[in-house]
């Protein structure tokens, strides 16, 4: 896998309840990733960039809602999420990204 590819994978971490909690809980992260990254590329790339071992990774697809803005409809972005499991005793610091 290309380095750079690597680097524009994750767009950016969630940081929710639902998130949080299932952090506390589960030992997992959820980053918001772009619409084609395979769950191998995700793998790698919080590896390389977090420095960590990643046990599992489960991606969710999330179609963005309708919403009307006065007459006009307009529709919210689609979202493409990655939970992803980390190994026993990793923990993840995203004060000390590369």
């Not at 030992?27 to 790698?44: C, G, H, L, M, Y």
């Not at 969710?60 to 919403?67: A, P, Q, T, W």
């Amino acid at each position: 896998m290309n380095n750079d590819r690597l680097m524009l994978v994750l767009i950016a971490p969630i940081v929710t309840e639902k998130a949080t909690l299932v952090a506390e809980k589960n030992n997992q992260i959820v980053f918001r990733v772009v619409q084609d990254a395979t769950k191998p590329e995700i793998k790698a790339a919080v590896e390389m960039l977090f420095k960590v071992e990643v046990q599992s990774v489960q991606v969710l697809n999330r179609k963005g809602k309708e919403k009307r803005f006065g007459r006009f409809v307009g529709r919210r972005r689609n979202e493409r999420k990655a939970y992803v499991v980390l190994k026993p005793g990793q923990e993840l610091n995203f004060a000390e990204v590369n």
